[in-house]
């Protein structure tokens, strides 16, 4: 089930809410639980054993790892969990992956496995692994209710495409929150938003970037590959933030606080500072769970800028089994140890040449995470750079460069920039208190736009479900 389909929007999300509302506050648990399995069972009524798998055993050795008194017990407990956790990755999400990479090597014919891919299993197993490590490092007791522990891993907001939400942000709203017409009201609001950036926004520019990658690098001009990249930019941006915002919406109707998953990353004026608005919650796991632990920064040069290219190995193959996210991975890494080791300076040179060097690095990444495989993609970027026109590229661009096309493109340019809270931090309080109620109204206009597109446009991919 996705949010922007009508079955959620007009059956599943109204009834879950009406029901929650009156219920005592074990009871509304056990209802977001309920729907969650739901949820996530109506699209993968297999898979939810594997999400029910993954909550008993991360519940069974966190109370292991809690109650036990020998350090080296525990750490074999957290050893164990941590591979069992990695190995429900790598049997879904990289088996094939494997299979094919050691046939080309050692020139093999090994049967591919036919393994579908679990929706949001690097997610909601992320998520696990945080679990166990923080018990072991006592930042958060193990749970003893075993409901409660479901209810983190499966909660239906958040649970197939983020944010990554750690137990010990989320363990007290778990066991104490508080909803009020307010919260319900700011929940919707954002939901909306999310909603609106997904299907008016991303989804406009993604079938342009689509169209674009579907063509041979030959028919390619440097026009058309960077219309596709920039579309492609575009859509993953308002994709991923507009699910990041409807789930931080929907968790605050039920009372849920999240923390932020986007901080404007276009703006950014370095790769550094891209990570550190960029998708926060993964960059933070990261950070957290494998960066630290490597050593980070406190062991020379070397063994830092180490660190760095394994945690962003790491963040590109968590992405998808493919060579191209990959490399991705290694590209965004390369280029923020440059920056690390003061290679490149973005600092010190003019703001203007600073977005555009963040800008090309981002945008030719991007390029290769959206392309079927590396050879198209080096010919992809080679055409952005030389290419001529071609007569299929001005086909495409009769097709698709129509009057809407054109003003999704500036209005998506215009929402990737922090224009709203600019004008609300120059703006008087009483200015603020119309700013917001005229924002309501604006919202319920998006709704009825967004419901009208669903109704009328079979357009309707989300990128991150695959991750």
């Not at 109204?441 to 479900?465: G, H, K, M, Q, R």
Request: charged share 15%; net charge positive; aromatic share 18%.
């Amino acid at each position: 089930m996705v949010f922007s389909s009508t079955t959620f929007l007009f059956i599943f999300l109204p009834l879950v809410f009406l029901l929650y509302i009156p219920l005592p506050f074990k009871a509304r648990n056990v209802l977001l639980l309920i729907a969650s399995l739901i949820f996530y069972a109506w699209g993968e009524p297999l898979f939810v054993f594997v999400m029910l798998f993954s909550i008993l055993f991360n519940y069974v050795f966190a109370r292991f790892i809690d109650s036990s008194k020998d350090e080296k017990i525990k750490k074999l407990f957290v050893a164990i969990a941590v591979l069992l956790n990695l190995s429900l990755l790598i049997v879904f999400k990289y088996t094939n992956f494997i299979i094919d990479n050691i046939n080309s090597a050692f020139n093999l014919s090994i049967d591919i496995v036919k393994i579908s891919l679990p929706i949001g299993i690097s997610f909601f197993t992320f998520q696990a692994m945080s679990y166990i490590i923080d018990v072991y490092r006592d930042k958060t007791y193990s749970e003893k209710s075993i409901l409660n522990v479901a209810l983190y891993i499966s909660f239906f907001p958040q649970l197939i495409a983020g944010p990554i939400v750690k137990y010990h942000d989320i363990a007290s709203q778990i066991h104490k929150r508080s909803i009020n017409v307010e919260k319900v009201f700011l929940g919707i609001r954002r939901f909306i938003i999310g909603l609106s950036k997904k299907l008016l926004i991303a989804n406009a520019v993604g079938e342009v970037a689509d169209k674009v990658f579907n063509l041979s690098a030959n028919n390619l001009s440097a026009g058309a590959a960077w219309l596709g990249a920039v579309c492609y930019a575009l859509q993953i941006y308002f994709d991923f933030s507009g699910y990041s915002d409807m789930a931080i919406g929907l968790a605050k109707m039920f009372g849920f606080e999240l923390k932020e998953n986007f901080n404007y990353p276009y703006i950014s004026q370095g790769i550094k500072e891209f990570w550190r608005r960029w998708h926060i919650s993964l960059s933070t796991w990261f950070k957290e769970y494998l960066y630290i632990p490597l050593g980070g920064n406190r062991k020379g040069i070397l063994r830092t800028s180490i660190n760095m290219i394994i945690v962003f190995f790491c963040t590109g193959i968590w992405h998808g089994a493919a060579w191209n996210f990959l490399i991705w991975g290694l590209f965004n890494g390369f280029f923020l140890l440059l920056e690390n080791l003061n290679v490149i300076k973005p600092d010190k040179w003019p703001r203007p040449f600073r977005h555009i060097y963040t800008a090309l690095v981002f945008i030719i990444g991007f390029t290769i995470f959206r392309a079927e495989n590396m050879p198209y993609a080096f010919s992809f970027i080679g055409k952005m750079f030389s290419g001529g026109l071609t007569g299929a590229s001005v086909a495409l661009y009769g097709s698709i460069m129509t009057p809407m096309l054109i003003t999704m493109l500036i209005i998506s340019i215009f929402a990737a920039f922090p224009i709203v809270p600019k004008i609300k931090a120059i703006s008087s309080e009483r200015i603020n208190i119309k700013l917001d109620r005229l924002s309501y109204a604006l919202t319920l206009i998006l709704l009825i736009l967004c419901v009208l597109n669903i109704s009328s446009s079979t357009f309707n991919p989300f990128i991150y479900f695959r991750f």
